[in-house]
T-cell receptor, first 114, second 115 residues
Framework: AQKVTQAQTEISVVEKEDVTLDCVYE???????LFWYKQPPSGELVFLIR??????QNEISGRYSWNFQKSTSSFNFTITASQVVDSAVYFC???????????FGTGTRLQVFP | DVKVTQSSRYLVKRTGEKVFLECVQD?????MFWYRQDPGLGLRLIYF???????EKGDIPEGYSVSREKKERFSLILESASTNQTSMYLC??????????????FGSGTRLTVV
């Protein structure tokens, strides 16, 4: 069975702090995709990244970076120099390679205070 | 800009009513999905469709049905609404496969309250 665990329910930081959101997944598939989504207070899910299981290179996009480690089944997300606009719920998700059905974690609520 | 549009942002319905949640996408995506979001549970897949008139059950289909008569429209139906179906409902669409042009887009959600 597939499962995504986001153990951090809520994180609070002060602006400009770095913060890492953890994601651990379980799957028996050898090929799969991992995702991160952001859900701001408006409610709409915003796609951040998709990573396939063959690509373990870390990725950086501006203040965002992702660390994918197959050995520990983790796909962690780091925000550098956090800003108030980063306040949102962040979801990690998993899908098999041949289907677009997403298995979501329970989400981590990030609050960034000025 | 590509869009997934859900017809209602907020809905209040009575127990036992038949409820239709509508979702339309303008990206010519083959795949469409209905999820519900509940605090502490994340998003869970209710139903999905890979083609017109085709549907498959997700993880929590009980109490729901779906209809996909046209490629762009995917409707979620609550045959007899119950209070435990009070939730945020999110529709999504995607193009199959991967590559640079992969797209998986969510609508803005419908918050349904059953009283």
């Amino acid at each position: 069975a597939q499962k995504v665990t986001q153990a951090q329910t809520e994180i609070s930081v002060v602006e400009k702090e770095d913060v890492t959101l953890d994601c651990v997944y379980e799957t028996r598939d050898t090929t799969y995709y991992l995702f991160w989504y952001k859900q701001p207070p408006s409610g709409e899910l915003v796609f951040l990244i998709r990573r396939n299981s063959f690509d373990e290179q870390n990725e950086i996009s501006g203040r965002y970076s992702w660390n994918f480690q197959k050995s520990t089944s983790s796909f962690n997300f780091t925000i550098t120099a956090s800003q108030v606009v980063d306040s949102a719920v962040y979801f990690c998700a998993l899908s098999s390679y041949n289907t677009d059905k997403l298995i979501f974690g329970t989400g981590t609520r990030l609050q960034v205070f000025p | 800009d590509v869009k997934v549009t859900q017809s209602s942002r907020y809905l209040v319905k009575r127990t036992g009513e038949k409820v239709f949640l509508e979702c339309v996408q303008d990206m010519d995506h083959e795949n469409m999905f209905w999820y519900r979001q509940d605090p502490g549970l994340g998003l869970r897949l209710i139903y999905f469709s890979y083609d017109v008139k085709m549907k498959e059950k997700g993880d929590i289909p009980e109490g729901y049905s779906v209809s996909r008569e046209k490629k762009e429209r995917f409707s979620l139906i609550l045959e007899s609404a119950s209070t435990n179906q009070t939730s945020m409902y999110l529709c999504a669409s995607s193009s199959p496969g991967g590559g640079q042009n992969y797209g998986y887009t969510f609508g803005s959600g419908t918050r349904l309250t059953v009283v």
